[in-house]
């Protein structure tokens, strides 16, 4: 079963930064998409960022542009969001997922064509 594990997450003021990361735990991201979602208590997940396999692609949703930035590190199966200028509607939980797209080096906000999931990370904004 593919998993995910999340890390990073904490509380921060409004206007800081934290870094979250992604690892997978039993499968090599090599030929996947990776994406970040979010989800505040009451809300719809929402899709945040994606990555493309080579990482040639990101895709950011309006809420973050400018804001988030998501990277990639092959060696250490990993994906990272740092997150700067931070604000309180920022708070969420954020997962991680991956889907299998080793043909295209696109990515996609939707989180129907995701299949591989972590248990997600808590972010806190508040003074």
């Known amino acids: 079963q593919l998993q995910l594990v999340e890390s990073g997450g904490d509380l921060v003021q409004p206007g800081g930064s934290l870094r979250l990361s992604c690892v997978a735990s039993a499968f090599r991201m090599d030929g996947h998409a990776v994406g970040w979602f979010r989800q505040a208590p009451g809300k719809e997940r929402e899709g945040i960022s994606c990555?493309?396999?080579?990482?040639?692609?990101?895709v950011y949703a309006e809420s973050v542009e400018g804001r988030f930035s998501i990277s990639r590190d092959g060696a250490k199966n990993t994906v990272h969001l740092q997150m700067n200028g931070l604000k309180p509607e920022d708070t969420a939980i954020y997962s991680c997922?991956?889907?299998?797209?080793?043909?295209?080096?696109?990515?996609?906000?939707?989180?129907?064509?995701?299949?591989?999931w972590g248990l997600g990370t808590q972010v806190t904004v508040s003074s």
């Open positions: 997922a991956a889907y299998w797209n080793p043909y295209s080096d696109t990515c996609v906000l939707g989180y129907g064509q995701y299949n591989a």
């Open positions: 990555i493309s396999r080579r990482g040639t692609t990101t």
